[in-house]
Each structure stands twice: as structure tokens, then as C-alpha cells.
């Protein structure tokens, strides 16, 4: 069909090598001929057949490992964002992407549903297909049952509209981020309503004692720290503490306080208006974590986000 101009979102559940070419090789030639920008960001198994049932035509797609685009739902969002912007500006109409998320561990599995829900609200007015591969012979009938959540339609055999689909706010509240796990009592526990210096000298102190001087994830987590605590100390009230727990390459830090908390489920994954001074601390953060997850607690908002260095 025709590219729409808003989003089209959907579910293509697969069970065979050849469910997988014959759908999606029609949707890449369409796209072709009406000049739409074409990525693929998929298992490298299916990018080789990608390539040979497109012939010639696989000169036009784009094709991303998958294992190295799905890392973390925030620069995934912002990485579509990038290559949509890229595309209309060299004159495309718009863009059709096929992505097969990368789930990982079970425990990682809201995380990535949550995703692919708030790409109805991030994507919503952009000129963008959105095909979502799930290969019903590796993944849990649960992420499948997610799937018909998450998206509007599903793709094959034909479109059709999904009975289950969730609005992404409803999804979102529904399914929670999980939170990433810490172990005994922090290394550091500080209170930070005075503001961030202190928090950014001691949680540094830290990371040189862990042996994560000098490394850019160390600077990532600075950063992504004092964003959090700047948040807090402008828009919480009450006590406002940080902690922090090292165990060999993961830094965890938390950050809490007596305020509303976050009352928007889609900040974090929308980007910040450009024309906007503030809103972007949780936004940045998110882009530099390996997990984060914002809960209400007993009447206080609690930010936990981590930090692993690669293997």
C-alpha cells in the first residue's frame, strides 16, 4: 500500500525462513518504487536472506545488524529519529523500516515492549512504515501475545487491524520498567538538596576507587547522575538522596525524593522539543544508560539507572 503521512506500525509474526522473505520482500520493492527510504535492522541470518531474494535491489536498503542497533530503547528511538531526518532530507517521501527487535534475557523483556509501544506516540506524525519481524520459533508466546499489544496491525498473512492493540499511555502504566537489581547496602549514600557538586566530586571519588577512572562509561554515568540530581533538586520537595552501589562492572545510582514524580509514561522516550530549554535531563539520561526505570514508592519518586562496562 501506499506510504501514509503518519505512522504505520506493524506486527509481522514469522514461523519459517520463507514466511520471512515472502512478506517482507513485496513491502521493500513497494517502498522502492514509490522512492522510500529502506533499513533493515534484523538478525544477520535474516539480512543474508534479505540480500538474496532482493538481488539487485538489496543495493538499495539499508541494512543494520540488529545485535548492534537494539542496545537501549532511548538511542534506538533517536537512532530511527536520525535516519528518518537523514532520509527526507535527500528528498525521500518517507521511510520504510523493518525492525526485529532484540529482546534479550527474559528480564529485559518489558523493557522492549515498552519500546515498541512508545513508538506510536514518538513516531506518530512522521512519514514512516514500521514492520516489527517476531520469529514465533525463538520467542515466548508472551512477547508474542505483546506484539498484538504493541501494535496497531499485524502484517501477515494480510493487514489487519489488531483486536489487543493498547494506546502506548495505557501500555505503558500497564507494564512496568523493571527495576535494575542491586545487592546489600550502597557504597555511597548522600543527601543532595543542596545541589549537584557534591554529588559529582564523591560518586567520582567512586568510580576512581572501582578502577573506572579515564573511562567513558565512568563519564556517562557522571553526566547521567547530575542530570538526575539536577532534576530533583528543581522539581522534587522533601529529602533528596542519592546512593550508589558498585559490584564489579555495574555502577547502580538512585536518587530520591518527596515530589509528584514523572506524570507523563512517554518522557524518557520522547525527544525534547528543540525549542524547549529544560525537560532533557531524564531524556539525556536515558540516552546514556544501560537501564533506568522512574517509580512511585511510598510517596516518594525514585529514579534507579545503571551503568555496565562493556565486556
Not at 218 to 230: F, H, K, P
Not at 280 to 294: E, F, N, P, S
Request: hydrophobic content about 45%.
Amino acid at each position: 500500500m501506499p506510504l501514509s503521512a503518519t505512522l504505520t506500525h506493524d506486527a509481522m509474526l514469522y514461523g519459517s525462513d520463507d514466511e520471512f522473505v515472502s512478506a517482507l520482500v513485496p513491502y521493500v520493492r513497494e517502498g522502492l518504487e514509490h522512492d522510500e527510504a529502506l533499513v533493515a535492522a534484523v538478525t544477520p541470518a535474516n539480512i543474508a536472506l534479505l540480500r538474496d531474494a532482493l538481488g539487485a535491489d538489496a543495493a538499495a536498503v539499508s541494512f543494520i545488524d540488529r545485535n548492534e542497533w537494539y542496545r537501549r530503547p532511548a538511542t534506538t528511538v533517536a537512532g530511527w529519529q536520525r535516519l528518518l531526518t537523514d532520509a527526507l532530507a535527500r528528498g525521500h517521501k518517507g521511510m520504510r523500516l523493518i525492525g526485529e527487535v532484540g529482546f534479550g534475557p527474559r528480564r529485559q523483556h518489558p523493557t522492549w515492549t515498552r519500546y515498541e509501544a512508545a513508538l506510536n506516540d514518538v513516531f506518530a506524525q512522521a512519514p514512516a512504515w514500521i514492520v516489527c519481524p517476531y520469529d514465533t520459533r525463538t520467542l515466548p508466546p508472551a512477547l508474542l501475545d505483546d506484539a498484538r499489544r504493541t501494535h496497531p496491525a499485524t502484517f501477515h498473512p494480510r493487514r489487519c487491524p489488531s483486536e489487543h492493540y493498547l494506546e502506548p499511555e495505557q501500555f505503558l502504566r500497564s507494564v512496568a520498567e523493571p527495576m535494575p537489581p542491586i545487592t546489600g547496602p550502597p557504597a555511597l549514600s548522600l543527601d543532595v538538596a543542596e545541589g549537584v557538586a557534591a554529588a559529582r566530586h564523591a560518586v567520582s571519588a567512586l568510580l576512581a576507587a572501582a578502577g573506572w577512572a579515564g573511562l567513558d562509561r565512568g563519564d556517562d554515568l557522571i553526566l547521567a547522575m547530575c542530570e538526575i540530581v539536577t532534576n530533583s533538586v528543581r522539581h522534587g520537595r522533601g529529602r533528596r538522596e542519592l546512593r550508589v552501589w558498585a559490584h564489579g562492572s555495574t555502577v547502580t545510582c538512585e536518587v530520591s525524593d518527596e515530589g509528584a514524580g514523572v506524570a507523563d509514561p512517554l518522557i524518557g522516550y520522547r525527544p525534547p522539543a528543540q525549542d524547549l530549554a529544560g525537560g532533557r535531563g531524564l531524556w539525556i539520561a536515558q540516552q546514556l544508560c544501560d537501564a533506568l526505570t522512574v517509580i512511585r514508592r511510598d510517596a516518594t519518586t525514585v529514579v534507579r539507572f545503571a551503568v555496565t562496562l562493556p565486556a
